[in-house]
């Protein structure tokens, strides 16, 4: 007998509106993200400009729709000025010790972006730099001719505003291994002086604090608020960063890794409305999620134990199996509940560091594992997140107590409603999809089942493991009065599409 649980929904009660710019990304001028990542002139399927169509394919296939650049790590020492115009010099990147080209920078970025319909998210260096150059950089890119910074952008052969509208002010500043590492006072200040400047060149910018690196690091919760003491009139969104693995095969705990990212989530919208109360503000401040995923971050020896490289050296290209798609289908399905205050997030990263895309330089691009419930959930997750209630049993969990053993997201439009629903337990489960009021029809779907085998670098082996653990599923599409029934295999991840029509009563 398999265990049981259901999962209640109906239309009038709704979690939020799913902002597009939730399936963002990150590109990184780290390891082989950029350079024959997205961009490799020689690669035979390359464009004019030498961004590599396969890679761009596969992008647009995922489905993202915000990119976040330069870094991460590498934006705290760059020098943005050496990314523009003719002349280029090569640099060493104190973020990752890695000699720097800068043969792709600011517009070579913001064109790809805009020829394949990405929205760019722009981080500006508060590491090592300040007010001055993050204001330049924002008129280099938004200002109309007729002033220093935008008049260099037209020398350099745009003549059109880019009109970028996501800022992010500095990265992971409560970091000790960031270049310019701050205390919150230090940051809070810096961030709210650099926002205001940037306001100041273009109001109709979205600007994004830096919050915590993750939940454990020691400065967490206190970061937040200070922080937001400070910047609280100019900022926009509050960022957030977290990476899970699975720890000393303790499978249960990265399993339930969704569980962490809930309860992060939580804890900085608690700060964040500690801070509103003490201001006597009503705003609920939104969240940006902008890098997550699953990174196994003890392998990593650190940036001070790299040796400086050349080019486009292999950091971080962590290869995933279909386990860790599991959890990053949870992890989507967290972002989805919480989609009243998340509007932005950004899966770390796009191409070859930590990604759900890999090349080989010359060769070919493949979907890691993780690709598969990333691209369902982009293309799938339309319209409204409806208030799923899940009533299940739970499992007990080293690292984080007891835990759901599944989980839920329902996002309904008028054509269409998505069902996003995970497994845990190494049981099957039987679901009980509860929709009162209306009769649902279940057409299709797709499905991550976890494996328990090491996963291994490689195409070959990316296309076996997509072969076996994710499945196309063709349902009957008969409409069911009130509920409908689905049985989900132990550790898996599923996305089932129907239709929904209201009943009279
Ligand atoms: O918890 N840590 O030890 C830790 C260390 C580095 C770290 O870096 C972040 O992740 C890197 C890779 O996406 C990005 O460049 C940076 O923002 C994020 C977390």
Redesign the pocket.
């Known amino acids: 007998m398999p265990d049981h649980a259901s999962v209640l929904f109906h239309p009038g009660f709704r979690v939020g509106a799913v902002d597009r710019r939730l399936f963002g990304t ?1 590109v ?1 001028h ?1 390891g082989r993200a950029v350079y024959t990542g997205i961009f490799e002139p020689d690669h035979p399927t390359s464009d004019e400009h030498g961004f590599r169509g396969d890679v761009a394919a596969l992008a647009s296939e995922l489905g993202i729709t915000t990119a976040r650049y330069p ?4 934006v705290s020492s760059y020098v943005w000025e050496d990314g523009v115009g003719p002349d280029r010099p090569r640099v060493l990147d104190l973020g990752w010790r890695t000699v720097e080209t800068n043969t792709v920078g600011t517009d070579e970025f913001l064109q790809w972006a805009e020829r394949h319909g990405i929205e760019p998210m722009m981080a500006v260096n508060l590491g090592t730099r300040g007010v001055e150059a993050a204001a330049a950089l924002v008129e280099y890119c938004n200002g109309a001719a007729g002033t220093r910074w935008a008049d260099l952008r037209v020398a350099n052969g745009r003549v059109e505003p880019y009109g970028v509208r996501l800022w992010c002010l500095g ?2 500043l409560d ?1 000790p ?1 960031q270049v310019g590492h701050k205390d919150a006072d230090e940051y809070g200040r810096l961030a709210a002086e650099a926002g205001k400047a940037m306001k100041r060149v273009d109001p109709s910018i979205e600007l994004i604090a830096c919050g915590s ?2 939940m454990e690091m020691p400065t967490f919760g206190d970061w937040e608020q200070t922080v937001l003491e400070h910047a609280w009139d100019v900022v926009d969104h509050v960022s957030m ?1 977290a ?1 899970y693995q699975e720890h000393d095969g303790d499978r249960a705990s990265f399993l339930a890794s969704g569980t962490a990212m809930d309860r992060f989530i939580r804890r900085v919208a608690a700060s964040a409305d500690a801070v509103a109360a003490r201001k006597g503000s009503d705003r609920r401040l939104t969240i940006s999620f902008d ?1 997550w995923n699953v990174w196994y ?1 003890s392998r990593f020896p650190g940036a001070d134990n790299l040796p400086v490289q050349d080019g486009a050296p292999r950091i971080i290209e962590d290869v995933y199996s279909a386990l860790d798609a599991v959890v990053v289908g949870d992890l989507l399905v967290t972002l989805l509940n919480h989609a009243d205050r998340v509007p932005l997030a950004c899966l ?2 796009l191409v070859n ?2 990604a759900p895309i890999m090349t080989e330089p010359g060769g070919p691009a493949w979907r890691q594992p993780t690709f598969h419930p990333f691209a369902a959930t982009a293309r799938l997750a339309r319209g409204t997140v409806l208030d799923a209630r899940v009533t299940c049993g739970t499992m007990p969990t080293e690292r984080h107590g007891a835990v759901p053993l599944v989980t839920a997201a329902v996002v309904a439009d008028d054509e269409a409603t998505a069902i996003f629903l995970v497994n845990r337990s190494t049981d099957a489960v039987e679901v009980d999809l509860l929709h009162p009021g209306s009769a649902l029809a279940l057409t299709g779907g797709i499905r991550v089942t976890a494996d328990t085998v090491a996963a291994e670098p490689g195409p070959a082996h990316a296309a076996a493991t997509a072969e076996r653990h994710v499945a196309q599923l063709e349902l009957d599409g008969v409409l069911h009065d009130d509920r409908s029934t689905v049985l989900l295999p132990p550790e898996s991840w599923t996305a089932f599409t129907g239709t929904a029509e209201r009943r009279a009563r």
């Open positions: 990150l990184e780290m870094g991460g790590n590498f990265n992971e970091g291994w690196s993750s960063h990476y890098e971050l770390a990263q560091v930590i």
